[in-house]
């Protein structure tokens, strides 16, 4: 479900995301998601796993699982089990 909801945000938030979402200063909320999802899809994974963590640390949930996913996967960062257990196959 994670993974599925991951995905299905980042597609939706790099659709709608306005054209400031990449601007330097980080924004909160769903505005925060779309900025990350931006970065995280221009290939700037360090960046955007700095907006969902401080999101993720102010109890956003769809936050915690993309840094997880990218975890899982490898994706810019080096892979982490530990980080993500009991996410995805």
């Avoid at 909801?5 to 400031?20: E, G, K, M, R, S």
């Avoid at 994974?45 to 915690?64: C, H, K, Y």
């Amino acid at each position: 479900m994670c993974r599925s909801l991951t995905l299905l945000t980042l597609c939706a938030t790099v659709l709608t995301a306005p054209a400031t979402a990449t601007s330097a200063a980080p924004a909160d909320g769903e505005e925060g998601l779309y900025q990350a999802a931006r970065l995280y899809w221009d290939g700037d994974t360090p960046r955007a796993i700095e907006i969902w963590r401080r999101l993720s640390n102010e109890g956003d949930a769809i936050a915690a699982c993309n840094i997880g996913v990218v975890y899982q996967r490898g994706e810019g960062v080096a892979r982490d089990g530990v980080l993500t257990k009991g996410i995805g196959p």
